[in-house]
């Protein structure tokens, strides 16, 4: 490359992560970030979720102040601690096992949600059903009710009291005050009304009416609702736990401990003690403790959970090896460690899945934007339903009845929850199918993009050279066996990756290598060596032509120019100083490539391929796939990858760019949507939005349906929230809506989006050939 680079940027300083307590809705969330964005130098982003808090530098190399931004939440009124990286916290797991595996961080909110059903339940039975009222039955529902009212809800009370001070309402604030008000008018109905006299009697109508007054007490009200929101909250903190179990399971595949070798003997340390070239073994039946190159042994190790492939992959000396993978196969290995802790593939993943449960997509940022002046608008409402009714000449029931409805019905925890909860389980189901979502952003990219650019080198093909052709002179004696036989057994003394695949070749055949001597390596160039007594020489053409004086004939050089027009790399062979015939070898097109190239069609992208191979090679890959001859860019530099994604940008497409290579990154960042295969490089990852570990096409095609079905549930959990509120906020206001069932119609809304968000965990990958 010819460009000018400038001096690189110094690296700006890492995220930093909080962890939040005291949130109880998504304004609280809003809150929390208002109050960290008011930090200078900061951009924060709130997950009312994943209770985490993410915020980055906008000033350049400057560090983050922590303390400052501790007391930014504080001074919010919640807490906040730093997060402790989950693969640096690894030794405190025996610990924290040995604390209890089975503790149930959900058991207190558990406690109070049955503690106030069981009081709750007759408290409803006996103000709904007159045959059950018996003379002084309203006192034995306020000893009932009363604690459920002011012990079972003091989640949200204290909340309240907490944002009151700060000058804030949350929707707790909506949650308190309903249920305060609705037993706060039945105490007055009881000890300065007519409601406490003997011989009380009432029903419960679930739909009333403008001109049927409300009922005397509203215990049944303050009860039951708290028992409905106390459930939908419940419901919710289920849901975080179960959405969360994705990336819980990818860190759990780690080892914990390690075998190594410590000057011959064999030790078992803590795997957080591995250093970089350590050499530990990986028996039958074991997980592997950290990433590695094979040393010794050969086996077969099962990656399913991490790469989302179902058949084990056969390791033999110099494979790599990714630790959380188990040995399957019956073999032991002896593996060098070459990245451990928080560099290891396995942390790194988790890493991007947690990045991606973080961000915000445009859809949920415009959600907090509503939820946090819901709050305030729908207690003016309230207000104005109270006054509206009283000036109109309703009675003072029907007007708290209206009013009380309205608080209760509008509190929009359904609105909080839509975008994180199917946020986290699409994220989660990605993780275990080897498709790792980078951020909620690119959600919405997946759905408009209409142009797939595919890399060839390592994303159509595999990267790796194989034989596809042995043709024999048709002059020679030899026919293809025996003469790949020869070449094989040339060039097995031979470390050249042209020369592995010729051995590899001859080795899937079934063919037996003759004894060889005298074999030389000739660099750059080919290799020579005496095979069964026959003088072998096997290279480059122009090679065996300058230094051995044997011509390719004419009968083998057509075949010769066709091979190198598309593509692939002849070897000639010469035995006993004559011309004997061509190996020819080509990086293969994976098998799943034309079944991707289809899937794409289908979910609407037009597919190119864009490479800096010959147009040869480029021509007669993308015929093997169905590629159109005109959606074929060949010879292109790094630079022009960027600059060709960026002209199709121009033509006012929406371009989706799946890479692997360092050559590539440029193209990934600049693209739409930039996707990466997880056998590529580091840099190509960075650069990208989706990863796919297994490198496997056809998973790229299920990437972008997972991804486009994530947003579908966010639309539809966000249509529901809305849709919900404008409907009943109104019916509330005119006094047609009991607040019981507006309770109950609150909190099973936010039982329907974490439900709809759920059914994200039963995403299937299309089926393999």
């Known amino acids: 490359m010819t460009d000018t680079l400038s001096a690189p940027a110094a690296p700006a300083p890492a995220p930093v992560q909080l962890e939040l307590t005291g949130m109880t809705c998504a304004s609280c969330a809003n809150r929390i970030e208002r109050g960290l964005n008011k930090v200078p130098g900061v951009e924060a982003s709130v997950n009312y979720a994943t209770e985490k808090a993410t915020v980055r530098s906008v000033a350049g190399d400057e560090p983050l102040d922590v303390d400052a931004l501790l007391a930014a939440v504080q001074k919010a009124g919640y807490g906040a601690s730093l997060v402790v990286p989950r693969e640096a916290s690894a030794a405190s797991r025996p610990a924290a096992d040995a604390a209890g595996p089975d503790r149930d961080e959900l058991a207190p909110l558990r406690r109070r949600l049955l503690i106030s059903l069981v009081l709750t339940v007759p408290v409803v039975a006996l103000s709904m059903i007159p045959a059950l009222q018996f003379t002084n039955w309203q006192w034995l529902v306020l000893t009932l009710a009363a604690p459920v009212a002011v012990w079972g809800a003091w989640p949200f009370h204290r909340a309240a009291a907490v944002n009151a001070r700060h000058g804030a309402a949350t929707m707790d604030t909506l949650i308190s005050v309903g249920v305060a008000a609705a037993f706060l008018w039945s ?11 003997a011989g009380m009697t009432m029903s419960m109508q679930l739909f009333g009416a403008p001109e049927a007054g409300a009922h005397e007490i509203y215990l049944e009200v303050a009860a039951a609702v708290t028992v409905f929101i106390l459930a939908g909250r419940y419901m919710e903190a289920r849901a975080k736990r179960e959405s969360g179990a994705a990336m819980n399971a990818l860190l759990d595949l780690a080892a914990r401990d390690a075998i190594v070798l410590r000057d011959g003997v064999e030790v078992s340390v803590p795997v957080e003690q591995l250093q970089v070239n350590d050499r530990f073994i990986v028996r039958p039946g074991s997980t592997v403790a950290t990433d590695g190159v094979v040393i010794e042994g050969q086996t077969s190790l099962d990656a399913s959970l991490l790469t989302g ?17 188990v040995n399957v196969g019956g073999g032991r290995l002896v593996v060098e460690a070459s990245r451990v802790g928080a560099d290891t593939e396995l942390a790194r993943l988790a890493r991007l899945v947690e990045e991606a449960q973080t961000g915000k997509a445009r859809v949920q940022r415009l959600a907090d934007r509503v939820s946090g002046v819901f ?3 729908v207690i003016l409402l309230s207000l104005g339903t109270l006054a509206g009714w009283l000036l109109l000449g309703g009675t003072v029931e029907q007007a708290f009845t209206a009013a009380v409805a309205t608080l209760i019905i509008a509190c929009p925890c ?6 994180p909860t199917a946020l986290l389980v699409g994220t989660g189901r990605g993780s275990q199918l080897g498709i790792l979502i980078k951020g909620p952003q690119v959600l919405e990219q997946t759905r408009r993009i209409d142009t797939i650019v595919l890399d060839k080198t390592g994303t159509i093909t595999s990267g790796e050279m194989a034989v596809v052709a042995v043709t024999p002179l048709s002059a020679s004696a030899l026919d293809a066996d025996a003469l790949l036989a020869l070449a094989a057994a040339a060039e097995n003394g031979s470390e050249h990756p042209l020369a592995r695949a010729v051995v590899a070749h001859a080795a899937e055949r079934g063919l037996a290598l003759p004894p060889v001597s005298g074999f030389t390596a000739h660099a750059g160039a080919g290799v020579s060596a005496e095979v069964d007594g026959h003088a072998v020489a096997i290279g480059r053409p122009a090679w065996l032509a300058e230094q051995w004086a044997i011509t390719v004939p004419d009968a083998a050089a057509a075949d010769l120019a066709a091979h190198e027009s598309r593509g692939a790399t002849p070897i000639a062979v010469a035995v006993d100083g004559s011309f004997a015939g061509l190996v020819v070898l080509a990086d293969t097109v994976k098998a799943s490539a034309a079944l991707a190239v289809e899937r794409f069609r289908a979910l609407g992208l037009e597919p190119m391929l864009l490479t800096g191979d010959n147009a040869g090679a480029a021509a007669a890959v993308a015929a093997e796939v169905g590629i159109d001859a005109s959606a074929v860019r060949a010879s292109v530099t790094p630079t022009g990858k960027l600059d060709a994604i960026r002209a199709l940008q121009a033509e006012g497409r929406v371009v989706a ?19 990466a295969m997880g056998g590529g490089t580091d840099a190509a990852m960075a650069a990208s939005d989706l990863t796919i570990v297994s490198g496997d096409l056809l998973v790229v095609a299920d990437g972008i349906r997972l991804a486009r079905r994530t947003l579908r549930t966010i639309v539809g959990n966000l249509f529901w929230a809305f849709g919900y509120n404008v409907a009943a906020i109104p019916v509330a206001m005119l006094g047609l809506l009991n607040p019981l069932l507006a309770g109950l119609a609150m909190a099973l809304s936010s039982v329907f989006v974490v439900t709809n968000s759920l059914r994200l965990r039963g995403f299937r990958a299309l089926p393999r050939p």
Request: proline share 4%; glycine share 14%.
């Open 309 to 325: 492939e179902s058949l084990p992959v056969d390791v033999e000396m110099d494979s790599r090896v990714t630790g959380g993978t």
């Open 657 to 675: 760019m799946v890479g692997d290579g360092v050559n590539d990154a440029a193209a990934l960042a600049a693209a739409d949507l930039g996707i």
């Open 187 to 197: 105490l007055y109905a009881l000890f300065l009304g007519e409601a406490g006299m």
């Open 414 to 419: 359904a609105l909080g929850l839509a975008t």
């Open 375 to 377: 709050v305030p608008v």
